[in-house]
């Protein structure tokens, strides 16, 4: 089992940054993949990044350039720094991490971001 709290959602203006955080706890050392997903209204819940175990990151191709992803293990926390934010990146941000022994999927409750034009 792995539990996720995601934080950092807000309001900004187009051209900002935010920086979201996703504090891991649990099964963390069976954890083989993290990411970064998010849901708009009337849409499908998309892939933004992810970051394996060994530390190889992909990222969407709307993301790529202004996205980073990246986690601190000692601190058991996922990050996504948004820079350069468009109103199409506003969402609501979930984070997500498989199980090595298992491949189920767990989710955070997610955090609002929303940028306005």
Request: proline fraction near 2%; hydrophobic fraction near 30%.
């Amino acid at each position: 089992q792995v539990q996720l709290v995601e934080s950092g959602g807000d309001l900004v203006q187009s051209g900002g940054s935010l920086r979201l955080s996703c504090l891991a706890s649990g099964s963390i050392s069976s954890i083989v993949t993290m990411g970064w997903h998010r849901q708009a209204p009337g849409k499908q819940r998309e892939l933004v990044a992810g970051i394996s175990r060994g530390g190889s990151t992909n990222y969407a191709t709307s993301v790529k350039g202004r996205f980073t992803i990246s986690r601190d293990d000692t601190k058991n926390t996922l990050y996504l720094q948004m820079d350069s934010l468009k109103p199409e990146d506003t969402a609501i941000y979930y984070c997500n991490a498989v199980l090595m022994t298992t491949m189920k999927n767990y989710w955070g409750q997610g955090t609002q971001v929303t940028v306005s034009s």
